[in-house]
């Protein structure tokens, strides 16, 4: 079965040509590092089936970060039949920096230029016979996101593996080729490995390039005489080491070739720079507490306002008295009728409530995502997460950590600097996720229904606690990495109606199959565990196997307000998914109010320590892979949950005060 891989600098639309090619749904964020490990599908090409790759997004082949080196030890080691280069059409010279490196590498490349809708747009063509010409690599107009062109890509991709026609590789300057040459044919290069062309051996040689210079035995002196003396060479010629003549060269051969092919053809029209606003050092930080103040108001307050009332109605009232009726009638014992009530109906039922608000928060979300603002926060916050520790790069995990913590921990990868990734993997879990909304929503409709704020008051609540973490962290560790924050801010655009339903419907579907697997059998669980005893007799809720479970830990939760063995025993089902909570309270209060456990200012302190508190048993499965587990991990989680208890703590007392 042939492969194709993908390859592109970020939000290029990789992502979204691998959906277009292969139906799937992988993720698409109009934001770099989207992509964070290799996305695998199958594309139906000619009536034959075809394997697609979709890697992260790179700038160059340089081992600088996790995902260059991902990307190149694919290209290397898999030795794919194609690879196609999706290049943003509206930024043709620096992309194809990067096209002059997988020119180098002895497979056959094909161009896809991007984005034509807003290339049009501009007023610009590009001459797609002149850039083949050029770079001896066939190249297609499409545009992924409208799913245009994308039958002249295919038929180039079949013609291009049938004929495996290799690029030419771009010629630098004599003195480089002289050199080059000279290497090429050197004893040594016959002991490179598999899959590694000369050429591009010879240029990692002379670029000192440390990933490659490992997988090589030790040079001998003579070559090692040889390549001190080319660089000496290049850098009494040029001014600089053999690297940076390299990669200005790479840009010269980039420049060349846009020049040559990229036209205007008529005036692009002119528009109001939205940055001026959405970036500026004094309005940015308000309008985006502002905007996801918005988000929080609309999906949890206004929608809930509208659905939540119905749907109880539904689960709690309407089916069990209809079906209820109907099991009577059938004749069905009284065990399996109350499992399938009072156990599944309710847990679940429960759980199910929250969709519509979920549904409109994932929307919101995937719209502020799509249309390009994200990245524009990652921008505007670098500085104060450096102040943190952190890198502007770690507010991408913490915006996607709104969705579910598991991918946004994930996403950390992106960092560069390991002290900086591991903190984020830390902190990122403080931002309530998805499947903490039907808690704070449960909690806010039964004790704040008038009361906004609340529901974004949760959202910065996890925003203080990253701070706090940040600033111990960084006073503890004293780890003070430098490094530059490069971010490539994408243009604005009108958010795709396909893409934002993708991204919108698997997180909700995401949220249903948790409901119908993890949700419903802890539902039942539980429900048997609060009907009977550990000698299996049919008992009172209050003398049951759970009731007992959660009498041992309840007087652990009674300074922060919340000491009954239900609230208790709901956060113990919470470690295999959140959303059981609300399915355990459910089904342990019977159909009991919320204020018979809690008062207004207890079930603030419960929602403070949901939030804050170690995450569901697959983020801490994604945090150990991220942390390499050990003591680091138990650190995290240690943290974590003691952030939680204290934090729950003083709000339990400030509300004593004030509520």
Not at 56 to 83: Q, T, V
Not at 623 to 644: H, I, N, R
Request: hydrophobic share 45%.
């Amino acid at each position: 079965m042939p492969t194709i891989a993908l390859i592109g600098n970020p939000n290029s639309g990789k992502t979204t040509l691998f959906n277009q090619l292969t139906g799937t749904t992988a993720h698409v964020g109009n934001w770099p590092g989207v992509t964070v490990e290799k996305k695998e599908g199958t594309c139906n090409v000619g009536g034959e089936e075809w394997t697609v790759i979709d890697l992260p997004g790179i700038y160059s082949l340089s081992p600088y970060s996790p995902e260059e080196k991902l990307s190149r030890r694919y290209i290397l080691d898999a030795r794919p039949d194609l690879i196609v280069d999706v290049i943003d059409a509206t930024n043709l010279e620096r992309s194809l920096y990067l096209t002059t490196q997988l020119s180098e590498l002895g497979v056959p490349l094909l161009l896809a230029l991007n984005m034509q809708d807003l290339l049009k747009r501009d007023g610009v063509e590009i001459d797609t016979e002149q850039l083949s010409r050029m770079t001896g690599c066939p190249a297609a107009e499409i545009s992924a996101s409208k799913g245009t062109g994308l039958e002249k890509l295919i038929g180039l991709a079949k013609t291009s593996v049938e004929g495996h026609v290799v690029p030419a590789c771009p010629l630098f300057s004599n003195e480089v080729e002289q050199w080059l040459t000279k290497i090429i044919a050197d004893d040594y290069l016959h002991v490179i490995p598999a899959g590694r062309p000369p050429r591009w051996a010879a240029i990692k040689l002379l670029e000192d390039d440390e990933l490659f210079a490992e997988s090589m035995p030790a040079p001998p002196p003579a070559f090692s005489a040889m390549m001190a003396q080319a660089r000496a060479s290049l850098r009494k010629t040029y001014g600089d080491d053999a690297e940076s003549v390299i990669i200005d060269q790479r840009y010269q051969v980039a420049e060349r070739i846009s020049d040559a092919c990229v036209h205007a053809i008529k005036q692009g029209r002119k528009e109001f720079n939205l940055d001026t606003i959405l970036t500026n050092r004094f309005a940015a930080i308000p309008l985006f507490i502002l905007i996801m103040a918005g988000v929080f108001y609309i999906s949890i307050q206004l929608v809930g306002g509208l659905t939540t009332e119905p749907l109880e109605y539904f689960f709690g009232e309407w089916i069990p008295i209809h079906l209820g009726g109907l099991l009577d009638r059938w004749g069905v014992i009284p065990f399996l009728s109350g499992l399938l009530i009072d156990g599944i109906i309710a847990g679940v039922g429960s759980v199910l409530t929250f969709v519509p608000q979920l549904f409109v928060l994932f929307l919101l979300l995937s719209l502020l995502e799509d249309c390009g603002y994200m990245a524009r926060i990652a921008f505007i916050m670098d500085r104060i997460m450096r102040s943190l520790g952190l890198s502007g790069k770690s507010i991408i995990p913490l915006v996607i950590g709104t969705g579910c913590s598991v991918p946004a921990i994930m996403s950390s990868r992106t960092i560069e600097h390991q002290k900086q990734r591991e903190l984020t993997v830390l902190v990122t879990s403080f931002i309530p996720c998805g499947a903490k909304m039907p808690i704070f929503a449960l909690m806010i409709g039964a004790f704040f229904p008038d009361r906004w704020y609340v529901a974004p008051m949760m959202y910065f609540i996890g925003i203080l606690a990253v701070v706090v973490t940040g600033l111990l962290s960084r006073r503890l560790d004293k780890h003070k990495e430098q490094n530059a924050f490069i971010m490539e801010l994408p243009r604005y655009q009108v958010p795709t109606l396909k893409n934002t339903w993708l991204q919108t419907w698997e997180r909700t579907r995401g949220f249903l199959i948790k409901a119908g697997t993890i949700i419903l059998l802890s539902s039942a669980i539980i429900w048997q565990m609060q009907s009977y005893s550990f000698t299996f007799r049919a008992v009172d809720p209050t003398n049951s196997m759970l009731a007992t479970l959660g009498k041992i830990i309840a007087p652990l939760f009674k300074p922060l307000g919340f000491g009954t063995w239900q609230a208790s025993v709901a956060l113990l089902t919470g470690i295999a998914a959140k959303e059981s909570i609300v399915s355990t309270l459910s089904v342990t209060l019977a159909g009991a109010p919320l204020s018979s456990i809690f008062t207004p200012h207890a079930a603030l302190a419960y929602m403070v320590f949901i939030l804050l508190a170690s995450p569901c048993i697959a983020a801490i499965s994604a945090m150990s892979k991220e942390l390499g587990g050990g003591k680091k991990l138990v650190k995290a989680l240690a943290w974590q949950t003691g952030y939680a208890y204290i934090a729950a703590l003083l709000f339990n007392l400030l509300g004593m005060l004030v509520l």
